[in-house]
C-alpha cells in the first residue's frame, strides 16, 4: 500500500516540522506559495506512506524511495547516499526475527494478516524525518555497533513503537546546506 497524507504522525509523535525545528510563529499558516496546504503540519510540505512484505527482497523499494525523496527535500548527494544508507539499516534492524531469510522456503499461506515494514517520510523544509516500523520483537541496545552506524549516518536517532505497538526506529536528516 502507498500513500501520501497530510498530516502528525498517527502515533502522537511529534511532525517532521517540530523535529526539524521548522514550526512557523503564531498566526502563521501553510498555503500557496509554502509547499504546504491548510492541512499539514506547519513546516512539512509532503508526507509519504509507504508499507512493504517484511521480506528483505523489499528492501530496495524502500531505499529506492528514500532517495527519490532525499533528492525532493535537496539534499546533496552525500546526504542522499546516507539517508538511504541509513533507512535500509534502520528497515533490516526493524525485520529482525520477523524477517524471512533468503533461501529458506516461503512458510505456507496463514489466515494472520501479512507482516509489513511501514515507513513515514515527512519533509520539511529543512530536511525529512524517517519513521520506520517492522515485526522485530526488539531492537538493539543504543551502545551496540549497529546504532552507532545509524547515529553516524543521521542528525537524530530514536526507537519507539507504533500505533499497532510494533517497534519503530524514527531517524531526522536535515540539508546541511546553508541557507
Known sequence: MTQASSGPLSDGT?????ALGTEPGPGAE???????????PAGVRDRVELSVPADPAYLA?????????????????????DLRIAVDE?????????????????????????LTIDAVFELGHQGMV??????????PERSSFAWSV???LVDALD???????RRSIILRHGSRRPA
Open 14 to 18: 511529534a511532525s517532521a516540522a517540530a
Open 30 to 40: 501553510a498555503g500557496p506559495g509554502t509547499g504546504g496546504s491548510a492541512t499539514a
Open 61 to 81: 523499494v524502500l531505499r529506492t524511495a528514500t532517495a527519490g525523496l532525499a533528492a525532493r527535500a535537496d539534499m546533496t548527494i552525500d546526504e542522499i547516499e
Open 90 to 114: 534502520a528497515c533490516a534492524l526493524v525485520l529482525g526475527d520477523g524477517a524471512l531469510l533468503e533461501g529458506t522456503p516461503t512458510p505456507p499461506p496463514v489466515l494472520e494478516p501479512p
Open 130 to 139: 524517517v519513521r520506520v516500523s517492522g515485526p522485530s520483537s526488539r531492537l
Open 150 to 152: 545509524l547515529e553516524a
Open 159 to 165: 526507537a519507539g513503537t507504533d500505533e499497532g505497538g
